[in-house]
């Protein structure tokens, strides 16, 4: 196993955990705050990380194609050590989630400008984007029902 290739998976399995935790923390903020320009903030942040779930899930992807019998990545025993299953099916429903919350955060976001509230979606819609992502990339029983 290449160390360069494994470290490479490693800190992509990482950024492949790190953003529906970040999308989490960040429904936290949104319901915690009532300011309008952090809420503005809130929206603008939620489309960069729907956009970073579909690169990292790409870039995964790509590196399970390149698994093979000359050039191992290590990609799915990484994965079970974290948790998570970076197999073909997880990775198309990780990039359908992120492409269909980026899609329906940018509509909203024009959509419910002005509507009162618009301040309660946004963190039910994060939050129940959060449990579906958990639900495609956890390769654990427990998690599973959690989420």
Not at 46 to 66: D, E, N, P, R, Y
Not at 105 to 114: Q, T, V
């Amino acid at each position: 196993m290449n160390p360069i290739a494994t470290v490479v998976a490693e800190l992509a399995l990482l950024g492949w955990l790190l953003v529906p935790l970040s999308l989490l923390l960040l429904a936290a903020y949104a319901s915690w705050t009532s300011n309008p320009r952090k809420l503005a903030h809130c929206w603008t942040t939620a489309k960069s990380l729907f956009v970073a779930l579909m690169a990292i899930t790409g870039f995964i992807g790509l590196m399970l194609l390149a698994d093979g019998p000359g050039f191992t990545t290590g990609l799915p025993e990484i994965g079970a050590q974290f948790g998570l299953s970076p197999s073909g099916l997880s990775l198309w429903m990780s990039m359908l989630v992120g492409f269909i919350g980026w899609v329906i955060i940018r509509y909203a976001d024009d959509y419910l400008r002005g509507d009162s509230g618009r301040e309660r979606f946004f963190p039910w819609f994060l939050i129940t984007l959060v449990s579906v992502l958990v639900l495609v990339l956890t390769n654990h029983l427990l998690i599973l029902v959690g989420a």
